[in-house]
């Protein structure tokens, strides 16, 4: 699935334009503790956060994910999204919650992360 298909899959607007969007995203993940995600964070992911800080970018960078998703409407600061497009990292943001995020990546076969 591309980030464009995942995009309209829940029903997200695209916090950063003009970053790539056919970006193939490799799988879904939710977690919002830092250092977890840094540990298990991968190429092509798509994480589902409600944090919304510098950091959130300078680990889906590092990690070279696809993008990261802020559910239920959540803001990212202007200047948070600033980085992020110099990073050309996709953030997301939908009206759903996390949950049901998940739910609709994995029955449209996103998978979780493979260990």
Same mark, same amino acid.
Not at 5 to 10: A, G, P, Q, V, W
Not at 15 to 19: K, L, N, Q, R, S
């Given at each position: $699935?591309? %980030?464009?298909?995942?995009?309209? @899959?829940? /029903?997200?607007?695209d ?5 790539e969007? =056919? ?30 800080? $510098?950091? %959130?970018?300078?680990?889906?960078? @590092?990690? /070279? ?9 959540? =803001? ?39 260990e």
């Open positions: $699935m591309k %980030v464009s298909e995942l995009t309209k @899959l829940i /029903e997200a607007k916090m950063t334009p003009g970053v969007e =056919d970006r193939e995203v490799s799988c879904g993940y939710t977690c919002d503790l830092l250092s977890w995600v840094m540990a298990h964070g991968c190429e092509g992911m798509a994480w589902v956060t409600v944090q919304t800080h $510098m950091n %959130v970018v300078a680990v889906a960078a @590092l990690a /070279e994910m696809a993008c990261v998703i802020l559910p239920e409407n959540i =803001d990212m600061p202007a200047s948070i999204l600033e980085k992020a497009t110099d990073e050309g990292l996709r953030v997301l943001k939908s009206p759903l919650s996390a949950y049901t995020i998940c739910g609709r990546m994995m029955q449209q076969g996103v998978p979780e992360k493979a």
